[in-house]
C-alpha cells in the first residue's frame, strides 16, 4: 500500500526519480548550462514583456517561479520554461482586448489568464487528454508560427523606429507605421536598426568569424550566444553617456528592485468569461509547442517524455507564473536549445537559471534603466524573424493540396484576423478536410485475376467478374462520417445492374464499424433484399468482427460472411447456377461498367 | 453545345426528366394518392402550425408552394415535403429568442428563417456539399429526434389540458405544467384526453378491427389514416355543438379564407445574423430527415435519388414557403410514407396535394373555427411519441460505447438545454470520438510465424523475433490526430531495447499518410537516426507511395522501402550480422515485452 502511493507520488513528481541519483558531475553540468542560460535569458525576457504589453520586469519573473516548479514537476531534463514570443502575443491579444496596456487592468488579467491556462493545463494532465493536442496538424503548427512571427516582427517595428502604431492585424499594423514614418526618431532609429543589423550578424558570421581566428567550435557558439547582451550592454550605455533618453529615446525606465512579488489571479466571474477562450488556445499552442522541442531533445539522448506529465508541468508553472508577478509560459525552444547544448542534465539546470535570473532581479535592474525599447524590439525582431519559415507552402503543394489549404488558411486568417482567429480556423479546416477525405473513401469493384486466387480493381487489372455478383472493396474505415457514402456507391452500382443477385463488401483495410455504419449496413442489407438481392460480407478483420457480433446485424443478413474473398466467388457463383463457369466474362482493363 | 446546355437543365430540373414519360396511369395514381395525402395533411398542417407558434393557416400555406417546388427541383418520386415536428420545434424555439409568439415580428421572423434556410440548403446544393450532413452520426440523430420527440409532447400537454405553461427546456415545462394543474379546464381536458386517447387507439386497434369485420388491409389502412380527420370534425362539432367556446375551450378561431399570400422575408441584417445559426441546424437536421426518407423509398422501387439535387429540390421549397405566408419545411416522415403506400409514382402526385390543399385553404377553413386546440395537441402528441425510441441505448451500450457517450450527450442536452445545443453537441462530441478513437490506432508488434512468411501480432501468436529489429504494424491511416501517438509508440518501444538496430513499420493498413504524419515520419526517422536505427517502411500501398514519393522523405530514410515484410525481415536480419539465425528467438504468446 505504501509502495504503490509512493509510487504514484512519483508519477506526479517526477523529480523523486532523478534527484535520487543527482550527483556532483550532474551538478557542475548544470551549473554552467544555467550561466549560459541565465546571460541568454536577462535581454530575451524584458523584450517579451514588453511584445506582451507588461512592465519588462514581468519577464523575469515569468522566468523564475515557473522554471522551478517545472524542474519539480515536468519530464524533460532540458526544457527551459518561460516567456515565449508566440505565447507573448497571444497574451497581448488576448488581454489587449479587455484593458489598456499599463494599466493594472491589464496587468491583473495577463496574471489570470496565466492562472487560467495553468488550470486548463492541470486537468487536461490529469483527466490525461494530451492526446487532444493532437487536432493541432503539422502544417497547421508551421502555418500559425510563421504568421505569428511576421505579425510579432511588424508589432516591433515601431519601438525600432522609436513611432507609434497599432492595428488589429497585419494589414492595420502596416499602414499604421507607413502613416507614422514622419515621426521617426532620429536616435531612437540609428539604435533600433544598428541592433537589429549587428543581432542578425552575430547570427549569421559572428560565429564562423571567430572559428577562423581560432576559437573552438563550443567557445565560439557561447560568445556568439552572448551577442544580444553585449547589444544590451553597449546601447544602453549608448543612451546613458550622450543623454538619449531626453532626445526622445524610448528606455525601460525604472523597474522595482525586487524578488518576485506575490501576486494573486482575478477571480471574478466575468473576467475568467472573457478569458477562458484564448486561456484554451494559449494553452494547447504553448502545450504543443514545449512538447516537441522537449521530444526532439528527449530522443537525443534516447529518453523519454510523458506528454500528460508534461501538461501537469507546464499547468504548475503558468500557475506558478500568476502567483509571482508573470504571465502564460512555455517551454521555448530556443532558450530549451541552448539549455542542452551549454550541457543540462536534469532539470536541476532550470532551478540553478532561476536563481540566476532572481539575483538578475534583486541587483542588476537598475542597470537596465536607459535600456532602450529599439535595442529589445530588434532582439524580438532577430528571434522571431527565424521562425518564419514559408518553406511550408511549396511542399505542401507538391505533397498534398489538402494540407496546402490548411495552411493558407491558417496563415491568411492569422495575419489578417488575428491569432487566435487564426489557430481556430486552422483546427477546423484540419478536422473538415480529415472528414470529407475519409467520408469518400477509395473503393473498387474487384474481379479475379485469372489463374491466381486474388482479386482486384477492375479498372486496374484484366480481371474476371460474375455479372450476377457485384464485389466492392472498400479502403477505409467505416464510420458516420462516409455511411451514407457507402449506401450510395452500393445503390449506384446495384441500379446500374438487371442481372444483380449478389453483393459482396470486402473488408480488408476496414479497421472500424462504428454504429453509424452498421446501420448503413442494416439499410444496405435491408434495400437490398427488396430488390431480390443478397448482401455478404468478405475478409472482415477479427476485432470489427468481434463487434458486429454483439450486434443483430449477422442475424438479419441475407447473405454470409466470408473469410476470403474466393471462397465469396466460389460460394456464391454456385449458388447461383449449376453452370457457374458459363457465366463468367473476363472484362477489359478500364471497363466503363466499374466507372 | 445546345445539347450540353440542355442536359445542364435537366440536371438541376429533374421534371423534365419524368415529365417527358408521363402518361395516364401515373396521373391516375398520382390523383389516388394525392386525395389520401390531402386528408392526412390538413390536420397536421393546422397541428404543426400550432407547434411552431405560429397561426394555423401559416401550416397549410408551408404546404402548398413548397410541394410543387419541390416536385420540379427534387429528385424523389415519392417525398411529400410540408411541416414536420422536428422543425416546427425548432422554428419555435429560434424564432421565440427573437419575438413573441402571436406578433407579426414572430411571423416575420419565421419567414425570414424559411428563406434563410432554403438559401443555405441551395447554397449546399450547387457547390455539392451534401456531404456535411454525414457528420451527423446515427446515434447522434437517433438519440436527438428522441429527445425532441419527448419536448414536443411535453410542450402540447398544456393545450390537452387548456392550462397555461412555458419552460425553456423539458424540466421548467414539466416544473409549469405542474403548478398550473389546479387551472385545469375540464372542458378542454374531456376533449383533450378523449381525442388522445382515440388516436392511440386508431393507430393501435383500429386497423386489426377493420380487418376482422372484414375490410381489406387496403382500405382498412386508409381508413385508419383518417383517423385524425374524424377526430378533428368531431370534436369541431361538440364545440359548436355545446357551445364550449364560452366555457374556456381554446379553438383555432378565425382564419382568413384565401391561396397563400404573397409574403416577403425580412432582409434586416441583424435578423439575419440572429437567425443564420438556427437556419443552418435547421437545414441540416431537415435535410438529413429527408434524405433518409426519400432513400428508403426510392430502393424500394429500386429507383436513386440525389442528395446533392435534394438540396437544391428542399432549397427551393424553403425559399418557396418563405415567399408564400409559410415557415421551414422538409421531407416528412409520415407524409411521404402514405404518399408512397398510396400508389403516389411521381412528384406530380405532391402538386396534387398542393391542389387539394390550397382548395382547403380556400373552402374549408371557415369550418375549423371550433376546431380546438385541444384535439390539435392530441394530434401532435399521438404523432411525435412514435419518434420516441428509447431503443438506441441499450443497441449503442452493446455496440460502442463511444457512440452510446454520443446519443447519452444528444439526449440530454437536448432535454436539458434545447434543441439547437443538443444536436451541436451531438455533432461535436461524434467528432471528437471519432478523432479520440483513430488517434490511438491499433498497433501491434509483430514477429514470423514459424515455417511460414506471415507475421502477425506477438501478443496473440506463437512468432520469431530477432531482437535488433523492432516491427510495427499500424492499423489505421496516419494522420495529424495519431501522427504524434505513432512517435510516441516509436520512441517507446525503442528506448526499451538497447540491442535494436533497425525499425520497421508495416503499413497494410495504412491508406493515407497526411503531411502531419509526413513530418512525424521524418522526425522518427531522424530521431531514430540520432541514436544509430535505421528507419524502414513494408508494405506500403501504391496510392500511399505515389504521395511519398512527391516528398524527399525518401531520400532521407535512413532504411529502406521493402515490398513485403518478409522481404525486410530478411535483408535487414542479414545486414546486420552473418549469423543471424542464431540471434533469432522465439517469443511465447503473450510476451510481457510486446506490452
New interface residues.
Partial sequence: MARSSASSIRRYVPLLDWGRTYDRNALADDLVAAVVVTIMLIPQSLAYALLAGLPAQMGIYASIAPIILYAVFGTSRALAVGPVAVVSLMTAAAVGQIAEPGTDQYIAAALTLAFLSGGFLLLLGVFRLG?L????????IAGFITASGIIIAASQIKHVLGIEASGHNLFELLVSIAQSLSQVNVFTAAIGLTVTAFLFWVRRGLKPLLMRIGFGPRMSDVIAKAGPVAAVVLSTLAVWAFGLADRGVATVGGVPQSLPPLTLPSFSPQLWGELTAAAVLISVIGFVES?SVA??L???R???ID?DQELIGLGAANIGAAFSGGYPVTGGFARSVVNFDAGARTPAAGAYTAVGLAIAALFLTPLIFFLPKATLGATIIVAVLSLVDFSILP??W???K??FAAVCTTVLITLGLGVELGVTAGVLI??LI?????????TAIVGRVPGTEHYRNVLRHDVITDRRILTLRV???L???????L??RI??E??QRPDLEHVVLMCP?V??I???A???LE?INE?LN??GVTFNLSEI?G?VMD?LE??HFLEQLTGRVFLSQHQAMRALAGDASDDSAADMIVLPAKNPQGK
Same sequence: chains 1, 2.
Fill in positions: 492526446f493536442a493532437n487536432f493541432l496538424s503539422h502544417p497547421v512538447v521530444q526532439t528527449a530522443a537525443k534516447r529518453q523519454r506528454p511542399k505542401a507538391k505533397y498534398s489538402a494540407d484540419s478536422i480529415h472528414l470529407y477525405r475519409t467520408s469518400r473513401p477509395h479502403d477505409e474505415s464510420y458516420f462520417a462516409n455511411a451514407r457514402y449506401e450510395d445503390y449506384d446495384a441500379t483495410a479497421n472500424e462504428d454504429m453509424s452498421l446501420e448503413s439499410a434495400r427488396d430488390t478483420k476485432p463487434r454483439r450486434s
